[in-house]
């Protein structure tokens, strides 16, 4: 049975730091890309990171670029996201995302509340 497992989401105060983890069960995951995706109240699900499937390429949106890191332990079939220097406007659902060809799949997701 296929399934992604996001973990490390939580309420943290601004200028702190989380890391998120993203375990893969079901499939062969160092075939796949994966990307951390965030969904924020109101606004549509946008990406925030993406590591391909031999980790060779990384892409960051520009919003988090120089605070977050995305990176993939193919042994242990998890993907992570560090974010440090949270702000608030970084208070969203995160959702982790495997892809490979035209087949996906999406974690339930874990929330973020960047507040004081």
């Known amino acids: 049975q296929v399934q992604l497992v996001e973990s490390g989401g939580g309420l943290v105060q601004p200028g702190g730091s989380l890391r998120l983890s993203c375990v893969a069960y079901g499939f062969i995951f160092r075939r796949y890309g994966m990307s951390w995706y965030r969904q924020a109240p109101g606004k549509e699900r946008e990406l925030v990171a993406a590591?391909?499937?031999?980790?060779?390429?990384?892409n960051y949106a520009d919003s988090v670029k120089g605070r977050f890191t995305i990176s993939r332990d193919n042994a242990k079939n998890t993907v992570y996201l560090q974010m440090n220097s949270l702000r608030p406007e970084d208070t969203a659902v995160y959702y982790c995302k495997a892809t490979f060809g035209s087949a996906y799949y999406w974690g339930q997701g874990t929330q973020v509340t960047v507040s004081s």
């Open positions: 590591i391909f499937a031999a980790g060779g390429s990384i």
